[in-house]
């Protein structure tokens, strides 16, 4: 059985490649290797394009070994990797709707991102002008006795980001939803192109809002494998704390959000207060609620000073004094647990299927962290603990959101103790040749990906996953046979994202 | 759940002082909100918020607004469900050219007197992404903006600083009848 390794032998390795390797391959490789994420001995990790060129990133979850194949589109065509693998179909949508590369053989070829409004067709590809009329979109269709639709979106009832929902129902109980996502598309690989490291990096840096962080990380760690930059250790350190303060908030949020979901508005109220300490010691530490522009390739832009730690601190403590009483409310209310427990439940299989990320994969059985089984610096010179459950439903990813907070609270007292002295960042080289990087990292809501090329110091492609691609088609999944009152507690467990979906 | 209950007749809120009215808001403001507006709307204010696009940064920080520290709804300012409960609209984002067409329809949905808050340096003229071929670019491309809250994103005493303002502008305006 070949590995990973083999199967790059079988292409020609691309030069300047890093931390792992890319190969260009021919369609039989690349068919091979859809067909091994089909049987499931490797996961997908990312799809996206270039004007002429399909890329597909591949993880080995045993030996968390990553891999990136690249086949050339003659005719800009190429074999579907969908029609052996369903988690890569939205990818190949979207591959189609910015460069035009036609994915065979796929059994969807509906528009996903364009929307027929831009104008333009192909905007990353060869441009050609919009259709003259908007054709209109079929949604998957459902037939049977007594079905009807409910169409929800793109504005919702609440104060969340732009999406439709289509339900098809059986009275209350949803036999099929299907979202239609794309209405936060920002056109941001298309801004990347030729732009600088600092303004690529504030653009990354607001593909979602709520991962701020993360997305700034993975950018600049992407960038600094390209051009092998060694970043300070202080940077290093620094940059864990952001990311931890930025799960502390998200979490904290999102627990309070899902009780207030299931009409459990003391929860969220207490949980939001919580949220609120955080987000203010991080104005203080860093001068900016939810620490945007601070990561940079090369370092960070702020040191943090003794007020900022112990603002830190001070949030910490105060989480640690009240917390408790919280989980111990959770868990022994009945009329909440009612609405959590069994509801929404993600079967560990289709969470595996979809190498789901963070606390929607951990709660289905699916044991995958990047700061464990990628253990970028400084995790791996931290003690935590992986929290995994498998029953796989609302209360489960509630759990595993609770046991995280719990980690970090653990995670930033070790980095607050051992934050090593010295500069906060590195000047990155410049190279006329081109160059590329690639950067795995743990956001909150799972991993964030990051694949680009540099040259002559400017960005001449980049490609930013969020881990929402692969955990929209099991929101679907979950919500069948639930009745339509809990999909805002089901979708909200879940909590994934749109603009970084939409990008 | 029962002690924290009891515990919370005890405590005192968190909630702080509000801000003073930022002038350049109400500069901003002065032509925007008409003589109507007190008898119409009394001291309360219904808000829809409209992601046309956003970040969600900016939604981040309206949900914050509601936390017991800031309490929005202290001042008679609350979010609806509907535009059609509406006297303000608050729309965030570039507003992509996929969401266009929803925010005009969610604008004509709010019935009148009505005014729109753009939040973001996003919502003013499309932020860092202006330029891009998915992106209108400001709201007032789209739909006529009474104020603006910059900030990328505007903390939540930035926005509560802007809405007192709606509310002093529309006090202001009124004549005792």
């Not at chain 1, 409004?117 to 002008?129: E, H, N, Q």
């Not at chain 1, 794309?182 to 709520?210: C, F, N, P, T, W």
């Not at chain 1, 089984?373 to 995994?388: G, N, T």
């Not at chain 2, 609806?80 to 004509?108: C, F, H, I, Q, W």
Request: glycine share 8%; charged share 20%.
């Amino acid at each position: 059985m070949p590995s990973l390794i083999d199967l790059m032998l079988e292409g020609q390795l691309v030069q300047r490649h890093s931390p792992w390797p890319r190969a260009v391959v021919d369609a039989s490789v690349w068919n091979f290797a859809a067909s091994e994420l089909a049987r499931g001995r490797w996961s997908l990790l990312g799809l996206w394009g270039e004007p002429s060129t399909v890329h597909m990133a591949i993880m080995d979850e045993q030996t968390s070994e990553i891999a990136v194949v690249s086949l050339d589109c003659f005719d800009r065509a190429y074999p579907s990797v969908s029609q052996h693998h369903p988690p890569a179909l939205r990818l190949e949508r979207a591959v189609h709707d910015l460069f035009g590369l036609v994915a065979e053989g796929s059994s969807d070829t509906r528009s996903w991102l364009d929307h027929n409004r831009w104008g333009v067709r192909f905007p990353l590809g060869d441009r050609i002008d919009a259709l003259p009329q908007a054709s209109p979109y079929f949604f998957l269709p459902a037939e049977g006795d007594g079905l009807h639709q409910i169409a929800v979106g793109p504005v919702h009832a609440g104060t969340i980001e732009p999406g439709h929902f289509r339900f098809t129902t059986s009275g209350e109980t949803v036999v099929r939803l299907e979202p239609r996502l794309g209405y936060a598309h920002k056109g941001i690989e298309r801004l990347m192109m030729d732009a600088s490291l600092v303004r690529a990096a504030q653009l990354a840096g607001r593909v979602s809002g709520d991962s701020t962080v993360a997305y700034a990380l993975a950018f600049s760690r992407a960038v600094e494998a390209a051009l092998e930059v060694m970043v300070p250790d202080r940077a290093v350190w620094l940059r864990a704390l952001l990311a931890e303060l930025e799960r502390l908030a998200h979490h904290l949020g999102d627990i309070g959000g899902i009780c207030n979901d299931a009409s459990f508005a003391l929860m969220h109220a207490h949980c939001s207060v919580l949220r609120e300490d955080v987000l203010r010691a991080s104005n203080a530490a860093f001068g900016h609620r939810l620490m945007r522009d601070i990561i940079l390739p090369g370092g960070v832009t702020r040191d943090l000073d003794k007020d900022g730690t112990e603002a830190i601190q001070a949030a910490l403590d105060n989480i640690r004094l009240r917390f408790p009483a919280l989980i111990e409310l959770y868990d022994n209310t009945a009329s909440l647990q009612d609405r959590t427990v069994d509801a929404g439940v993600l079967k560990p299989a289709l969470a595996a299927q979809y190498a789901a990320g963070g606390y929607t994969g951990r709660a289905s059985g699916r044991s995958f962290d990047a700061r464990r089984a990628l253990a970028y610096p400084p995790y791996e010179s931290l003690r935590f603990d992986v929290p995994i459950l498998a029953e796989g439903d609302v209360n489960a990813r509630v759990w595993i959101r609770i046991r995280e907070v719990e980690q970090t609270l653990y995670l930033i007292d070790q980095i607050l103790t051992r934050l090593p002295e010295g500069p906060l960042s590195i000047q990155a080289g410049v190279y006329c040749e081109p160059r590329e990087g690639m950067a795995i990292v743990e956001g909150f809501r799972g991993d964030v990906m990051v694949w680009l090329r540099v040259r002559d110091g400017k960005i001449e492609r980049c490609h930013l996953r969020d881990p929402s691609w692969f955990q929209w088609p099991l929101v679907e999944a979950a919500i069948e046979g639930n009745i339509v009152a809990d999909f805002p507690l089901c979708n909200r467990s879940f909590n994934c994202a749109y603009s970084g979906h939409d990008l | 759940m029962r002690k924290l209950l009891f515990e919370s007749l005890f405590r005192r809120p968190v909630t702080e002082r509000a801000p003073s009215p930022d002038d350049a808001a109400v500069t901003e403001l002065a032509t925007a909100v008409a003589q109507a507006a007190r008898r119409r709307l009394g001291r309360s204010l219904s808000i829809r918020e409209v992601d046309a696009g956003s970040c969600n940064g900016c939604e981040l920080e309206i949900h914050a607004l509601s936390n017991a520290y800031y309490d929005v709804e202290r001042f008679g300012i609350r979010f609806v469900a509907s535009p059609r409960y509406a006297d303000v609209l608050m729309v965030t984002g570039p507003v992509t050219k996929n969401m266009r067409e929803a925010l005009e329809l969610t604008y004509d949905a709010v019935p009148n007197p009505k005014w729109v808050i753009a939040v973001g340096d996003c919502a003013r003229d499309g932020g860092c992404f202006a330029g891009s071929y998915a992106v209108v670019g400001g709201v007032s491309e789209v739909v006529p903006v009474d104020l603006h809250i910059p900030g990328c994103p505007p903390t939540p005493t930035a926005m509560l600083k802007g809405l007192l303002a709606l509310l002093e502008r529309a006090d202001a305006g009124a004549t005792p009848t």
